[in-house]
């Protein structure tokens, strides 16, 4: 969801975009294409309903492709997650903002969350950078050396490995958008030099993260 309400200015969008982002987790839980397009449909109704203006050109059809994109992204990062989302909102607490999120259960998942990033903390996030790149190079040298030897991972191990990278996927898409806004917006060419070089090393970490995902799925259990 980070990088759908990222620089948003207006609270109210961000709402509107958090809501988007939990009907595209939601609808991608139903295995069948069709049955999927079927909820996109009646969620745009839903929508349609809601505003006594007709929508102006191109909303419709721009609408339905964002759920399709977030289901899509969904369905790719995540395909063993099956719970349902009944609640995801932002709320506002003075100069802070926080997502609560409502699981299959009744109970509620709360985080702070930054959708101004200031680009002065480029330093920081180039150290984090710096270290997810250095680490999931060093994980794709052990993998390699892994699915050589049978039975080094149980299916819990694999299992959490593959949540980790799956979620480092998901965060390098919000790194991305971060990065990417702040080079459009840095006035000197030698910032946007630096932040281009990140943003290609952001796509160094996405193929070794890949790849480690790929060994996972084909190392042999014990």
Same mark, same amino acid.
């Given at each position: 969801?980070?990088?759908?309400?990222?620089?948003?200015?207006?609270?109210?969008?961000?709402?509107?975009?958090?809501?988007?982002?939990?009907?595209?987790?939601?609808?991608?839980?139903?295995?069948?294409?069709?049955?999927?397009?079927?909820?996109?449909?009646?969620?745009?109704?839903?929508?349609?309903?809601?505003?006594?203006?007709?929508?102006?050109?191109?909303?419709?059809?721009?609408?339905?492709?964002?759920?399709?994109?977030?289901?899509?992204?969904?369905?790719?990062?995540?395909?063993?997650?099956?719970?349902?989302?009944?609640?995801?909102?932002?709320?506002?607490?003075?100069?802070?903002?926080?997502?609560?999120?409502?699981? %299959?259960?009744?109970?509620?998942?709360?985080?702070?969350?930054?959708?101004?990033?200031?680009?002065?903390?480029?330093?920081?996030?180039?150290?984090?950078?710096?270290?997810?790149?250095?680490?999931?190079?060093?994980?794709?040298?052990?993998?390699?050396?892994?699915?050589?030897?049978? %039975?080094?991972?149980?299916?819990?191990?694999?299992?959490?490995?593959?949540?980790?990278?799956?979620?480092?996927?998901?965060?390098?898409?919000?790194?991305?958008?971060?990065?990417?806004?702040?080079?459009?917006?840095?006035?000197?060419?030698?910032?946007?030099?630096?932040?281009?070089?990140?943003?290609?090393?952001?796509?160094?970490?996405?193929?070794?993260?890949?790849?480690?995902? %790929?060994?996972?799925?084909?190392?042999?259990?014990?």
């Amino acid at each position: 969801m980070l990088p759908h309400v990222m620089f948003v200015r207006d609270f109210e969008e961000r709402k509107k975009a958090t809501m988007c982002c939990c009907l595209g987790w939601n609808i991608s839980l139903f295995p069948d294409v069709a049955q999927r397009e079927q909820h996109i449909e009646m969620v745009w109704k839903m929508v349609e309903a809601d505003n006594q203006e007709p929508p102006p050109p191109g909303l419709k059809e721009g609408f339905k492709q964002d759920l399709r994109l977030l289901i899509s992204q969904k369905r790719e990062l995540f395909p063993w997650l099956n719970t349902n989302i009944p609640q995801a909102m932002l709320r506002q607490h003075g100069s802070l903002e926080f997502l609560s999120i409502q699981t %299959g259960n009744s109970d509620m998942e709360e985080i702070q969350l930054a959708p101004h990033p200031d680009p002065l903390g480029l330093p920081r996030i180039i150290e984090a950078l710096r270290g997810i790149h250095r680490d999931t190079e060093e994980q794709v040298k052990r993998m390699e050396h892994a699915k050589r030897t049978p %039975g080094v991972f149980s299916d819990i191990e694999r299992t959490q490995m593959a949540t980790a990278y799956c979620v480092q996927r998901a965060d390098l898409i919000g790194y991305h958008r971060m990065l990417t806004v702040w080079r459009d917006t840095q006035p000197a060419p030698s910032v946007k030099r630096v932040i281009g070089h990140w943003l290609d090393v952001l796509d160094e970490i996405e193929v070794n993260t890949k790849t480690v995902l %790929g060994i996972l799925v084909s190392v042999k259990l014990p």
